[in-house]
C-alpha cells in the first residue's frame, strides 16, 4: 500500500479564509494518508465523499497516551463533507504524523488544516 502524504493549509484567525476542492488530494481508496501535526491538537481534516453511496474513512491510533481509545471509523454520506479535529494525544504517532484510510471504492478530496 502506497502512502499519500498532505501537505496542510493553514488557515488564520479572526479573517476568512478559503478552503477549495481544488486545493485538496483526491483520495485514492488504495493508498494511506498521513498528515503531520503542525502544533499540537491543531489539526483538522475535511473528508469529502463523491462516491455513489456511503463510504468509511479511518483514523488509526496513534503511539500516546489516549491511544487506548481506538481507531475512530466515520461513515460519509454520498456527497457530504465532513470536517475532523482530531487530537494529538489519541491519533499522533511517534513521528508526529497522522494516518487514515478509506474504504475500498471511495472516491472524493481529502485536505488537511492546520488551525492557528
Do not use: H, W
Not at 15 to 44: M, Q, R, V, W, Y
Amino acid at each position: 500500500m502506497a502512502v499519500t502524504a498532505l501537505t496542510s493549509v493553514a488557515v488564520v484567525k479572526n479573517i476568512g479564509s478559503i478552503i477549495t476542492e481544488s486545493g485538496a488530494t483526491a483520495i485514492n481508496a488504495a493508498n494511506t494518508c498521513t498528515a503531520k501535526f503542525p502544533k499540537e491538537d491543531k489539526l483538522a481534516i475535511l473528508v469529502n465523499n463523491t462516491y455513489a453511496g456511503a463510504k468509511k474513512v479511518t483514523f488509526s491510533k496513534g503511539d500516546f497516551l489516549a491511544a487506548g481509545q481506538g481507531d475512530l471509523v466515520a461513515s460519509i454520506a454520498q456527497n457530504d463533507t465532513q470536517l475532523f479535529i482530531l487530537t494529538s494525544d489519541r491519533f499522533k504517532k511517534a513521528d508526529g504524523t497522522i494516518s487514515m484510510s478509506f474504504e475500498a471504492g471511495m472516491t472524493g478530496f481529502v485536505e488537511a488544516i492546520a488551525l492557528p
